[in-house]
């Protein structure tokens, strides 16, 4: 089982559609849960990131984390097309000491005007 | 906003050939990472490095790849001779606490061996 899974998509909704993305994962020891958006060959930029279970919200976007069922979603209202981009969930493990980012793949969504 | 720069934006070498990707971190980050990404792929985590010595690496870093802090401001991923399966974005990020928010990438160096 891969550690974060992230269903690549693409994802394609009308202006103005609510969007769910998801991502699970296996390991109980990640700590922070982050989204990133990603434009074409472009680095990762942060959205949100949570640490506990619960909501966190942030303008038209939610971010949720359900650490029991190892769920995390982001949700976006009212999408407009500039919120087309590729979507990436990442959290944070601490191995001896050292901590780095594992992402999932990557969801891929289209907002049309 | 602080960023970190990345150059060169694209390089394309031949195969064989060793390439360096520079960095410069954000000035007060002591945590600095090279991430890459296969056109299509997930990010993956390469190397973590602090304190002037690498923190962690990944199955993927071998002996090909090296990282080194020359000057306590540019962070460089040296890779000796390269592969056509080397082709990729790499990002580097940086950081100075734990958390969440803490990450900053750059842009990425779209690596092409041919």
């Known amino acids: 089982q891969k550690e974060v899974e992230q269903d690549p998509g693409p994802l394609s909704v009308p202006e103005g559609a609510i969007v769910s993305l998801n991502c699970t994962y296996s390991?109980?020891?990640?700590?922070?849960f982050m989204w990133y958006r990603q434009y074409s060959r472009k680095g990762p930029e942060l959205l949100m990131y949570?640490?506990?279970?619960g909501n966190k919200e942030d303008g038209r976007f939610t971010a949720q984390v359900d650490k029991s069922s190892k769920y995390i979603s982001l949700f976006i209202r009212d999408s407009q097309p500039s919120d087309s981009a590729t979507y990436l969930c990442?959290?944070?493990?601490?191995?001896?000491?050292?901590?780095?980012?594992?992402f999932g793949k990557g969801t891929k969504l289209t907002v049309n005007p | 906003e602080p960023e970190v720069t990345q150059t060169p934006s694209h390089q394309v070498t031949q195969m064989g050939q060793e390439v360096i990707l520079r960095c410069v971190p954000i000035?007060?980050?002591?945590?600095f990472y090279w991430y890459r990404q296969i056109l299509g792929q997930k990010v993956e985590f390469l190397v973590s490095?602090?304190?002037?010595?690498?923190?962690?690496k990944s199955e993927i870093f071998d002996d090909q790849f090296s990282v080194e802090r020359p000057d306590g401001s540019n962070f460089t991923l040296k890779i000796r001779s390269t592969k056509l399966e080397d082709s990729a974005m790499y990002f580097c990020?940086?950081?100075?606490?734990?958390?969440?928010?803490?990450?900053?990438f750059g842009s990425g160096t779209r690596l092409t061996v041919v």
């Open positions: 990020a940086s950081r100075n606490n734990g958390g969440g928010d803490g990450y900053t």
């Open positions: 390991n109980s020891a990640f700590q922070y």
């Open positions: 949570t640490y506990s279970s």
């Open positions: 990442a959290m944070t493990r601490t191995q001896g000491g050292s901590e780095k980012l594992v």
């Open positions: 000035s007060n980050h002591l945590y």
């Open positions: 490095f602090y304190n002037n010595e690498i923190s962690e």
